[in-house]
Structure formats: C-alpha cells, structure tokens
C-alpha cells in the first residue's frame, strides 16, 4: 500500500501526558498537512509542511502542539500535556508539487486519540 | 478562502443519481471547486475539482454555474457504498498557503 499512513491509529491517555504521532507521506510528496477532527465537524487545519519546512500553523495549534518533519520525509505531530478537550481524529494528508492537480491532498487514515 | 454553504443531510435511493448542491457566492475568480468525501472512520477522499466548466471523472461530474456562484456534485448511480460525508471547498490553486477550509458538508444516505 502507497498511500498516507499513521502510526497509532488509536491513542487513550490520561491526561497530562504528552502523545506523539507519526505520518508517512506518499512517497515524493513534497506537502504534508495535519488537521484535526472532532464528532460531526469538518477537519480542522492545523499546520502545513513543504520538504521541512513548517510553512503554516493555524491558531489551534497552541504552545502544547509541535510538529516537525526533520528530513523532508515522515512528520511527527507531539502534544505535551494533554487535556480533554484534545480528544479529536489526527489526521495527516500529503501532496505533491510541480503537477496541475497539486491541491489533491491524499489523507491517511487518522489517529484517534482520547484524553481520559 | 470563500467559505461554502451545504445543506447538513440528504437522502438518494440506490442505483438514482445524488445531486449534491454547494453555494459559494464569494468565491473569487482564481478559485477553484473542489469536492472531497469522507466515508465513517476514514481519511476524506478526494473527488473532483474544478474552476469554470463542468468537469467529469470516473466517480462524479461537477457542474458549475455560468456566474460559479454555486455547483452540483453528481453521482450518477449512487450505491451504498457511497453514504459518507461529502464537503465542498473552494481554495486557490498554486500558491503557497494551502490550508483546506472544511466546513460540516452534507450527510448524504444512500438507501436500499
């Protein structure tokens, strides 16, 4: 299978602890995306990467989220203390560049996480 | 990004063509249409797309309007396997920002 992966794809935690996510992009994907979902809403973006360069980040994003992707490749979304109201699905797109259809964002599964 | 206006829910009967509508009427001229769908517990999939002409692939045709203040999502036999969330987006296309305005799109039913 060559599309968007995440690693886990379910999280329970207590909260106050810290959670990290993996994404692997599509092979040569250049743009990678994270956004996050809450029950009945639409996902919400979060920040945007393109190689390694973090490129955009939403307001949601705040100072307990980081996300990196080090060698332009897999990206990592962390979250350090973790309350309820994080509770959402993660999920991760990639797109390539340099192509007509380059807005087509591919999307993995997502990462279902619960703060407990 | 123009925001976009869904109606929540709709119903199609199998094997019936599903008419999804979408309004933007503060979509700007360098932006385009785009349609994703999202199946329970899955990755939003991406349809179609498309900037004034109406445009068709192998899952969907979109049909937009002469002033592209709205468009329409056909499928045009829908199965079950169709029942998802369907979102309509408009973004610019090429630039650096491409951060993706999802609003709730529309609950579409595919009943037997």
């Known amino acids: 299978d060559t599309g968007v992966s995440q690693d886990p794809r379910h999280k329970i935690t207590k909260r106050g602890q810290n959670v990290t996510f993996r994404c692997d992009p599509i092979s040569e994907h250049n743009r990678l995306y994270w956004y996050r979902q809450t029950l009945g809403q639409g996902p919400e973006f979060l920040t945007y990467f393109q190689n390694e360069a973090q490129l955009e980040k939403s307001r949601l994003l705040s100072d307990r989220f980081s996300a990196e992707r080090p060698k332009g490749s897999f990206s990592t979304l962390e979250i350090q203390r973790t309350e309820q109201g994080d509770s959402a699905m993660y999920l991760c797109?990639?797109?390539?560049?340099?192509?007509?259809?380059?807005?087509?964002?591919?999307f993995g599964p997502g990462t279902r996480l619960t703060v407990l | 990004d123009a925001k976009t206006t869904q109606p929540p829910s709709m119903d199609c009967a199998e094997g019936r063509a599903a008419n999804l509508p979408c309004n933007h009427s503060?979509?700007?001229?360098?932006?385009?249409v785009y349609w994703y769908r999202q199946i329970h517990s899955q990755g939003p999939q991406y349809i179609i797309h498309g900037l004034k002409n109406n445009e068709t692939n192998e899952m969907a045709s979109l049909i937009i309007t002469e002033d592209r203040k709205s468009s329409t999502l056909i499928l045009p036999h829908a199965t079950l396997r169709d029942t998802a969330v369907y979102y309509c987006i408009v973004r610019v296309v090429g630039t650096g920002g491409f951060k993706t305005i999802f609003g709730a799109g529309t609950r579409l039913f595919v009943k037997a």
């Open positions: 503060t979509i700007s001229g360098n932006e385009y």
């Open positions: 797109a990639s797109s390539p560049i340099g192509q007509g259809n380059d807005n087509e964002q591919f």
